[in-house]
């Protein structure tokens, strides 16, 4: 059993940099990474096993059906695992692929940590590499012996390109072909559908989404010595009709000032401070999506309601 940790997480002055251009925002928002501490990656596997929040629990069962046929579609290679979580999800490709090596880009090192530990019990011949990263920005992978000379596979699920805004989407999955040198991507997207059942995923009855979102603010105040106090405000999940999204906010109950690395931030009674968004991608904007990127779609699979689906991108030239 193999695991190496290689770390190449922001430095705390690149971590102020990113929360004062955020802070300059309007509305205010953070990179969605941010919400990702241990107590974060340890909420947002919670959220998953909510029972309003299916995506977790469908996207398993559609890998586990079409592991074998995503494995023909690719060829072998070495996986890259965008975002690594609790790693359920790439326990069939790596069975049907008969990888040798794998490696996951996470921002959280403890997330790296638990989730390889699991991975190498199921997987002792498999050499695992956690990198320790803001993978939104990786253009390329660092230079390790068991990372060098293999073809790669990137697998991105969890619709969690919906973070971005289409933009930036844009710019991570150009980023992510320059890394996977040639590799196709496999993409996991969540479609739109019934608003009231998004809202419903994003705001369970249990409250765990919210405590995710407040989360960040004990986050910021342990780590840019800040005084945001949770609860001054009050979480919100809304579907933008027109933006194809949910909108995941903390909106301030008054007006007060909030300090962090020594700077003060004024807010309103009401305004509010985005969280992450989740955009949802219909087969054709997911295409064209790609299009701008490089990429073309080779392959699509999906579960039975046609919610979810997982997309086979291909370098488009």
Not at 7 to 22: C, E, H, I, K, S
Not at 42 to 58: A, D, K, N, S, V
Not at 92 to 118: H, P
Request: with cysteine.
């Amino acid at each position: 059993m193999s695991i190496t940790l290689l770390n190449l997480y922001p430095t705390p002055a690149d971590l102020q940099r990113l929360v004062l251009d955020g802070m300059r925002r309007s509305p205010r928002q953070l990179p969605a990474w941010m919400l990702y501490d241990a107590e974060g990656s340890r909420l947002f596997e919670e959220i998953c096993r909510q029972p309003e929040y299916t995506l977790t629990r469908r996207e398993i069962t559609l890998l586990e059906q079409n592991a074998a046929a995503i494995a023909a579609a690719t060829g072998p290679g070495l996986v890259v695992e965008f975002g690594i979580g609790s790693a359920r999800k790439v326990d069939a490709l790596l069975r049907a692929l008969g990888s040798s090596v794998f490696a996951a880009l996470d921002i959280s090192v403890s997330a790296l940590e638990d989730a390889l530990s699991g991975l190498a019990n199921q997987h002792p011949s498999i050499a695992m590499m956690g990198i320790c990263c803001d993978h939104t920005q990786l253009e390329q992978l660092p230079q390790h012996p068991a990372l060098d000379g293999q073809p790669c596979i990137g697998f991105f699920p969890g619709s969690s390109l919906g973070n971005f805004t289409p933009q930036e989407a844009v710019q991570f999955l150009a980023n992510a072909r320059k890394l996977l040198r040639g590799g196709p991507l496999l993409l996991g997207l969540d479609q739109p559908r019934d608003p009231a059942q998004l809202k419903a995923a994003y705001d369970d009855a249990a409250g765990v989404s919210a405590a995710f979102a407040r989360n960040l603010l004990t986050r910021l105040n342990r780590d840019l010595d800040g005084d945001a106090n949770p609860e001054h405000f009050r979480y919100r999940a809304s579907w933008q009709v027109h933006e194809q999204r949910i909108e995941m906010a903390l909106v301030s109950t008054r007006d007060q000032t909030v300090r962090l690395a020594g700077d003060a931030w004024f807010f309103r009674d009401g305004e509010a401070w985005i969280t992450e968004y989740s955009v949802k991608y219909s087969p054709t904007s997911a295409a064209e999506l790609a299009q701008r990127a490089g990429w073309r779609i080779q392959q699509r699979w999906h579960d039975d309601e046609d919610h979810l689906s997982m997309h086979l991108l291909q370098p488009a030239d």
